[in-house]
């Protein structure tokens, strides 16, 4: 049991940042309209934030500092605040975003409006990431995330071959720049920059050393696969159920309606606890992640192992990046659709936030024999390069598609 539950961190970083509430609807929309076209972005995706996140592992179990605080160092505060403003923007906007996404799984269940659900929501939260520990909240919410396997069962009982839904480009109706509108923001959903900035400071949480490199790998290699896991079958169910009927998918009960249609009643509850568990640990990953980067940044102390009054300053960014989004949420804007901009400023500061973490996990004053080998400068160059296409292809995209519209 403990072996199993030391992949926890893992498993809640993934989920968060592979199936939160904007990549829960963008893969079900991008399933209903370009089939499984879109698989490649996934692994894509995987493949990276796994090169990334294992380099964040390795340098926090070998240092004991999470990767941030190194940046500064090495770096200078220069080169971190545009680390941080970027990233922070992000993170709160996204915060605001998964509130909204509880509310939205809480509105599905009850009938009542997510609006309603909002402060309720942000309250919750509040006193949990002020009161839980770090433990409690990792196991609890990254393993009831499982439950979205609900729709790799769903899949197998739609019994449609991947192969009627898979098909190179945009089909009939579609076009190149919706096409890759869909594929920058997937991308940009699966390297989510807050993912590594948590997943660091976690690690400094769990309290890894060298000793742990191997349970970090674990995280790492089994976590954030699983969550793309998770993520293809959402893009896999919608697929099944409305590609054939070139109907669009941009609601929750939408991406839904296939637990339902296979499983029924028991397949729907089942689907809307894992909405929840996943809406509410990616608001959880944000609101931890907006204290660790501001009190790391201005080296306050910070952190869950401290008593809250002894790192009063990192609970007070957490309630005020908690109040930004709730007041971001109560101008009505969808918080789907706020994700999907956040989605696209995410890829925007990709770039900002990857290569100083190439940086630091090349740097033996911090880990010695432990820095990267060639495979993780290989991934880590082509990434870099990857990454900062799609920053600078994500704003034309999203002013010519209009979102996505077409």
């Not at 605001?96 to 659900?117: C, D, H, M």
């Not at 894992?274 to 952190?303: D, H, I, K, P, R």
Request: glycine content about 12%.
């Amino acid at each position: 049991m403990k072996r199993f539950l030391a992949v926890a961190l893992g498993i809640l970083t993934a989920i968060g940042g592979f199936v939160d509430i904007g990549d829960i609807v963008a893969n079900g929309e991008a399933g209903a309209r370009f089939g499984i076209a879109h698989v490649w972005v996934l692994v894509l995706g995987v493949i990276g934030i796994c090169a990334f996140a294992e380099m964040s592992g390795r340098v926090t179990a070998v240092s004991g500092r999470p990767v941030f605080d190194l940046v500064r160092e090495r770096l200078g505060p220069r080169v971190a605040l545009a680390n941080l403003g970027g990233s922070l923007l992000v993170t709160v906007l996204t915060l605001g975003a998964e509130i909204g996404g509880v509310g939205l799984a809480l509105q599905l269940a009850t009938s009542v409006s997510y609006l309603l659900w909002v402060p309720v929501v942000a309250f919750v939260l509040w006193v949990a990431l002020w009161r839980a520990k770090f433990s409690v909240l990792e196991n609890v919410f990254g393993l009831t995330g499982l439950a979205l396997i609900v729709f790799v069962i769903a899949y197998f009982r739609l019994g449609v071959s991947p192969g009627e839904l898979w098909h190179p480009g945009p089909p009939e109706g579609e076009d190149w720049g919706t096409y890759w509108f869909f594929a920058v923001a997937l991308f940009a959903s699966a390297l989510t920059p807050y993912e590594v900035f948590f997943f660091s400071s976690g690690a400094v949480e769990e309290r890894w050393t060298r000793k742990d490199l191997l349970t970090s790998r674990v995280n790492v290699f089994v976590g954030f696969p699983l969550g793309g896991l998770l993520a293809f079958a959402l893009m896999l169910t919608s697929a099944a159920v409305f590609h054939p009927l070139h109907t669009s998918v941009d609601t929750l009960s939408q991406v839904a309606m296939p637990a339902a249609v296979t499983l029924g009643k028991l397949g729907l509850a089942v689907a809307i606890l894992g909405f929840f568990a996943a809406t509410f640990g990616a608001a959880m990953e944000t609101g931890l992640s907006t204290g660790y980067t501001v009190a790391q940044y201005l080296g306050w102390n910070w952190g869950k192992l401290r008593k809250p009054r002894e790192a009063a300053r990192f609970h007070t960014v957490v309630i005020a990046g908690i109040l930004v989004g709730v007041a971001v949420l109560f101008t009505t804007i969808d918080p789907i659709q706020l994700t999907e901009y956040t989605l696209l400023f995410s890829a925007v500061a990709l770039p900002l936030t990857y290569l100083p973490i190439l940086v630091v996990a090349n740097d033996r004053g911090y880990l010695g024999d432990r820095v990267n080998g060639r495979l993780a400068n290989f991934l880590g160059v082509i990434y870099l390069v990857i990454v900062l296409a799609a920053a600078v292809a994500a704003i034309p995209l999203m002013v010519i598609t209009r979102m996505g519209a077409g």
